[in-house]
């Protein structure tokens, strides 16, 4: 059995926030678009930031219902964890196991989603970016907090890097992401 620490536990309920923020404002946005095939979501500010574009798209339904839908429930799990651990929760291993499983779907759906949207869609939603970073962030600190616990096997240097370094990798990581979008429309940021 194991808690979270304070922080991981403000972590999680904060980035579970942003997420469910994030779905619920698609959510709506994906409803007033279905009511009215004209509506232009708020967020569509030209043609590379254009919600509306990456709404309509196939890839905005991948399991055959809106994705926003599944991250109003995944966050609101999020968020449950992050307010259980601040209560002083304690969990097994086999819960933070299943926990960190559940945040590597996520950060490999929102992986795909950001090839989708550079590479395939041609359009970035601002709402999805909160999504990706909030996912991103909640998965590094649960795997570092799983190996920390040795609940993942990793050798003994690297529990000590993720005990002092953890914020590297979503940093590193939303950097790249950052990188691509910028090197993507090269051409449109710079004209």
């Known amino acids: 059995m194991a808690g979270g620490s304070r922080g991981l536990a403000l972590l999680l309920v904060i980035t579970g926030a942003a997420g469910l923020l994030a779905s619920w404002v698609i959510t709506i946005d994906k409803f007033k678009l279905l009511e009215d095939p004209d509506f232009t979501p708020g967020c569509s500010l030209n043609p590379v930031v254009s919600c509306g574009n990456v709404m309509e798209s196939d890839q905005a339904s991948a399991f055959g219902f809106p994705n926003p839908m599944l991250g109003l429930v995944a966050y609101g799990i999020v968020i449950c964890v992050g307010i259980s651990l601040l209560a002083g929760a304690e969990f097994p291993r086999w819960y933070w196991l299943t926990f960190n499983a559940g945040t590597l779907f996520g950060v490999g759906?929102?992986?795909?989603?950001?090839?989708?949207?550079?590479?395939?869609?041609?359009?970035?939603?601002?709402?999805?970016?909160?999504?990706?970073?909030?996912?991103?962030?909640m998965?590094?600190?649960?795997?570092?907090?799983?190996?920390?616990?040795?609940?993942?096997?990793?050798p003994g240097w690297l529990r000590g890097f993720l005990g002092e370094f953890t914020w590297v990798l979503p940093v590193v990581h939303t950097g790249v992401?950052?990188?691509?979008?910028?090197?993507?429309?090269?051409?449109?940021?710079?004209?």
């Open 109 to 137: 759906f929102c992986t795909w989603l950001q090839f989708q949207s550079l590479y395939r869609i041609n359009a970035l939603c601002l709402w999805c970016c909160l999504a990706w970073v909030a996912t991103i962030v």
């Open 139 to 154: 998965f590094w600190y649960v795997t570092s907090f799983n190996v920390r616990r040795q609940f993942l096997p990793a």
């Open 177 to 191: 992401i950052g990188m691509l979008i910028l090197t993507r429309w090269w051409d449109f940021w710079t004209s």
